[in-house]
């Protein structure tokens, strides 16, 4: 790490100009990229669901109906509607791809009065659907559904008709729609709150906009690392999303840990230049090391098969090895051009008692570790608990607002009509028309699924038999009615498709990979920490730590989002399930958060450990020096995900009280109270058994501080000797001869033992 910091100060002007140009060509390349992306792949390649949609696609056959148009009469259905009716048809003929597979005045065979047309007519006979199935793949299903709404609501309707559109592909087109809205307004919301606490945490203004520096580079990146992706997979365009929020968390988390390096230094340090090479020294680990565990969790999104969790962990993954060049080579390199500059126009002194807080805050906790420990560790399982009831589901119409029109169609058909005619089930044939000759137990079988609890009818055709639920898809009742028609015999092989069938096969497929998946996070991780802090107990308790604060936050999520609690404050509707993309998407992302913390934290606390070999004094210093960069970060995150609640779509909302809930528990509660007390417990085995080993090996790029037991100085190493006309000495005989002087000097505090001679 010094020679790398040696040669970003030497060459600080040429970095910085070759970033400016890279940073110029991938925002050439990758401006395009958001109308490449996709807006589906939230389907498991070769499932059950996708098999049946591919089979109904090769065999010219319309699938299960995506388009549901309401026509509504308010003084019953008359002529008037019934006008309106045919110009629906006729408009939906005109759209390539669509195809209408029936309406409540005539079905798709031409006949006007039959099971199929009084279906689609709702119970109190004053409205109608036109059902329709539009082909092709996600993108091309908002795509024509986009234009079905543009013709659709251009037309004039006679008397008291009214025309609405709903069904799975408008759903989809809103939800992709309003989500883009809501986040523009919470990004707009957080941005003030969030320059307000820049400016108070970095202190000065050119300090504050420093982030900006990394999140160019990891979010300009990014975008062209994936416009060079879409090329040969498939990428979510909510891939964009989470490079922009994870890139800038990134480059929260890594100035603010370079910039009070910086500032410990500078006061020994003969430049600024000497003081940014010690910063990058001293925090150029944490970095590094926090930002690949961050990798490594979000890597671990790629073993599952939707194209939307791997694109996840394809903007994942990227924006946070771009977030480290930019924090270990770019940020410094600007930070020494700019010199004392970094410091100029201060808006307030800096802040001496917060470090005097957290000073005491870890003396308490470890003077009572026991307590404090089990107090804290047992209000966490306690929150953790309803983990135990965590259901996975999709989403569907209800996570958006009741305002938009695709929600109050499918509500009007749930409390309206005897089936949900826009959630139907294909049993899709697999090999093909049966034969005539089991046209009789073709039947049989579509009677034995007519009986089955939660099916209004079975239509008969010759490719597949479409089956109209009473239940919703997206729901417990769903899935069991999916499961009771796989189970039951048939006389040909068939595939079941629909939205409750995708739901089956999403949900399955996570569960199946979900232990592989956390067992690479866990796995990679200690890897990592064992590298860096060559310490088992230490690395151990990282991970479990991490794991308890995740568990937590999933507690609280199942226990306000699935349970249901606090709907009408929070503004969502409750719907027994928690959609699998968002805990996953959670995980990674907080764990790897979580990480940034634990890694900063325990770097303090091994620095001084190795120099001072008191595990006590240590982990009080540790806490001292990060407590207040930890909190900063945390409130920083907390800002950008709580303005995610404030937005209308409720996984957005579960997504933003999930980061927020679990970014200020770790920062709050485990950092402050769970691991200063899980240290003093376990004392000098923490560090084993690389601690004490590696102390004669090491040089601390620490700052002098006077009074606190396990630093050093170091920034006037081989100065001094040339001052003195001395050939300077090797760094191992100036650090021990440091060492034993900042032991001799500093005066004991209350919670420390005799530091032991190294």
Not at 21 to 39: F, K, M, N, P, Q
Not at 363 to 385: K, N
Not at 461 to 484: K, Q, Y
């Amino acid at each position: 790490m010094r020679w790398l910091a040696r040669n970003v100060v030497a060459h600080a002007r040429p970095i910085v100009v070759v970033t400016v140009i890279a940073i110029a060509a991938a925002a050439t390349w990758g401006a395009g990229v958001s109308e490449r992306l996709s807006t589906g792949g939230n389907e498991v390649p070769g499932s059950d669901s996708v098999r049946a949609a591919e089979l109904l696609a090769a065999a010219d056959v319309p699938g299960s109906p995506n388009l549901v148009v309401l026509v509504r009469e308010r003084s019953g259905l008359g002529p008037a509607a019934e006008r309106a009716a045919a110009d629906v048809v006729a408009e939906l003929a005109d759209v390539d791809g669509v195809v209408v597979a029936g309406s409540a005045w005539t079905d798709d065979t031409g006949s006007v009065e039959s099971s199929r047309t009084a279906g689609l007519r709702s119970e109190a006979g004053d409205a109608g659907l036109v059902v329709a199935h539009i082909e092709g793949g996600d993108p091309l299903v908002q795509a024509t559904s986009k234009e079905v709404l543009e013709r659709l609501r251009g037309a004039s309707w006679p008397g008291d008709v009214t025309v609405e559109i709903g069904g799975v592909g408008p759903t989809r087109l809103d939800l992709i729609e309003t989500t883009d809205d809501d986040l523009v307004r919470a990004e707009l919301l957080a941005i003030p709150f969030s320059v307000a606490l820049l400016l108070l945490f970095f202190r000065t203004p050119v300090a504050a906009a420093l982030p900006l520096v990394i999140a160019v580079v990891a979010i300009v990146g990014t975008l062209a690392v994936l416009r060079a992706l879409v090329e040969v997979v498939e990428v979510s365009i909510f891939a964009r999303s989470v490079a922009t929020a994870l890139g800038l968390a990134m480059a929260i988390d890594m100035s603010l840990f370079l910039v009070a390096r910086y500032r410990e230094h500078r006061p020994a340090a003969p430049d600024s230049r000497r003081a940014i090479e010690l910063a990058i020294t001293g925090a150029g680990p944490s970095i590094l090391f926090s930002g690949l565990t961050t990798a490594v969790s979000l890597s671990s999104l790629l073993l599952f098969s939707t194209p939307m969790l791997r694109s996840f962990a394809y903007s994942g993954v990227a924006v946070v090895l771009l977030a480290i060049v930019g924090g270990l080579i770019v940020l410094p390199a600007v930070m020494t051009l700019l010199g004392d500059r970094i410091d100029r126009w201060a808006l307030r002194p800096p802040n001496t008692s917060s470090a005097r807080r957290w000073r005491r805050v870890a003396q308490w906790s470890m003077r009572r570790p026991l307590l404090v420990g089990g107090a804290v560790l047992l209000v966490l399982l306690l929150v953790a608990s309803p983990i135990r009831r965590l259901e996975f589901g999709l989403n569907d119409d209800r996570v958006l607002p009741t305002s938009i029109e695709s929600r109050r169609v499918n509500e009007a058909i749930r409390s309206e009509f005897v089936g949900l005619e826009g959630a139907a089930i294909s049993v899709v044939f697999a090999e093909g028309p049966p034969a005539a000759s089991g046209s009789v137990e073709i039947d049989a079988f579509a009677s034995s699924i007519e009986e089955l609890n939660g099916v209004a009818r079975v239509d008969v055709d010759a490719h597949a038999l479409t089956v109209i639920p009473t239940v919703e898809p997206i729901s417990r009742e769903g899935r069991a009615l999916v499961e009771e028609v796989r189970a039951l015999a048939s006389p040909v092989p068939v595939v079941v498709g629909g939205e409750a069938a995708r739901l089956v096969d999403n949900t399955d497929h996570v569960t199946e990979r979900l232990p592989f998946a956390i067992a690479v996070i866990v796995l990679g991780s200690a890897v990592l920490l064992a590298v860096l802090f060559r310490a088992v107990l230490a690395t151990v308790k990282a991970i479990v730590l991490n794991l308890l604060s995740l568990a937590a936050m999933f507690g609280a999520i199942v226990w306000v989002f699935q349970d249901g609690r606090f709907a009408d404050f929070l503004g969502y509707t409750p719907v027994g399930l928690t959609d699998v993309t968002v805990p996953m998407l959670m995980f990674a992302l907080a764990f790897g958060l979580s990480m940034d913390y634990e890694v900063y934290l325990l770097s303090r606390m091994r620095e001084s450990y190795l120099v001072s070999g008191d595990a006590h004094a240590s982990t009080v210093f540790g806490l001292e020096r990060t407590g207040r960069i930890l909190t900063a970060s945390a409130l920083l995150m907390a800002v950008v995900f709580t303005s995610f609640a404030t937005t209308s779509v409720a996984h957005l909302k579960v997504l933003g009280v999930g980061i927020t809930l679990a970014v200020l528990v770790d920062a709050f509660v485990v950092r402050a109270m769970l691991v200063p007390a899980f240290m003093a417990l376990a004392g000098t085995a923490n560090w084993w058994p690389g601690g004490r080993a590696l102390t004669r090996r090491s040089r601390l790029a620490a700052a002098p501080h006077a009074g606190s037991p396990g630093v050093v100085p170091v920034a006037a190493d081989t100065g001094a000797a040339q001052a003195s006309n001395r050939p300077p000495r090797s760094g191992r005989e100036v650090v021990h001869e440091e060492e034993r002087s900042a032991h001799r000097a500093a005066p004991m505090n209350s919670t420390s033992r005799p530091p032991r001679r190294p």
